[in-house]
Structure formats: C-alpha cells, structure tokens
C-alpha cells in the first residue's frame, strides 16, 4: 500500500503496529493496523507534480525513515508464523498436563486441534461422585470451553481466560463439580456470576479473581456460603 501510494520499496519500514482483539469472534480475531513510511518515488511521479521545493523535503523524509528504522529493530513475524499462531489459536490451546482430578491421565498436549480433542472424547466417560455429582476433568473443561465459543448466546467475551483458569485449579487439585438445579434443596443459597462491561478489557489484562472477591464478600455478609454457582448467561467466558 505505501508503493502503490509512491514510496520507494527498499525505503519502507514499518513504524507502528496496534493488535486489537475484537470480541465474540471466534479464533482469536483481531483488527490489524500498521503504519509505514518511506522515501518518496519522484521518478514515478509526472514531471508536472514535482517542483524544486519538493524536492528539497527529500533529505529530510529519508532522515526520519532512517529513524524509524533504527528504533523499531525488533523483527515482525513472517506470514507463516502469523498463520500458525491463528492456527493455534482457532483450534483451542491446551495446557499440557496429566493426572486431573478423578480422571486419571487426561494428558492433552499443546496447541490440540479439535480433531485431537473430538478422538479424546470419544473414548471419555464422565467421572460421577457418590452423590451424582459430575466432577469435571481437563478433558471435559476443554469440551466445554470449546462449545461455550461455539453455542454461547450472551456476552462474556473469549471463554479462553475462564478455561485456563479452571484448568490451572484442576491442575491443583481443586474439584469442579456440576449438578442439576433441581437436585438442590428450595433453600439452597444459588449465586450467578458473570462479568459486565466491554469484553475487549479481558484480552487486554488477566482477570483478577473478581468473582471469587465478590462471592467471598457476599458470604461474609450474609454468614453462609453459597450451595451451589450458575451461569449468569450461556456466553462464552460468563459460561
């Protein structure tokens, strides 16, 4: 584009890059904006358009891309890359670890594609407790998160921060259990959570456990803690 606005090409480099994330797409989309400067091509400019006081600006221009250059030394990721790295992200990354709460080894390895994961559930049976409860294991947080991006009908943005999360408290030993609403008694006390706000601020910084923060405060106020937590939406990340 800066060629064909007539900059010379062995002169053109890249000054700026903004990586935006855009909310509710699925693998990873983000809005891509780079700014380029270079030396102007008077040679493909008419004779008519060129003047001495343009020319005089030409010393000046290749100083400042010269600058441009030496500040911005870090090298930009090749097409191949970028198309891996969306590849990667459009088939759900896993973190790679075995041994996941009553599941046994459910190892998954890194950068699985849904291919991986579809074969792995095939051969899956859900691990249920003495009470029934299903109690979830990184396999199944990787099918759920999976169809939360694919069925999610509300907000909640990416459900990715949510699964690693999850994920890293299996890894723990902590133990995620689901039960049906109905199984729970009439005074059973039932918390929904779910973020508010522009989705977009969860790809810019991690959460910081805020949900717990609030349910904690809500049972301290209240002297009991909560029986049961539902989705507030069914939306990806509030899933």
Known sequence: AAVAAGATAASCVVVEQELTPLAYMPGGAARVRVKVVGDLDWAALPAAEVSQTDITHEPVM???ATAASELLSEPTPSDTEVSQQQH???MAPS????????GGDQSLASGSDLATLRSQLDSHTKVHNDQGEWELTALDVEAMAVGAQILGSGGGGSARQAKLQLLQQVKEGGKARVLPLDRLPD????VDC??????TVSHEKLDAWTCQAAVGALSRVLGRQPDALVCAEVGEGNC
Do not use: C
């Open 187 to 190: 005074d059973a006390l039932v």
């Open 88 to 90: 990667l992200l459009l």
């Open 194 to 199: 779910g973020g508010m706000g522009a989705p």
């Open 62 to 64: 290749s100083a400042g």
């Open 95 to 102: 973190l790679a670890f075995s041994g996941a709460a009553g």
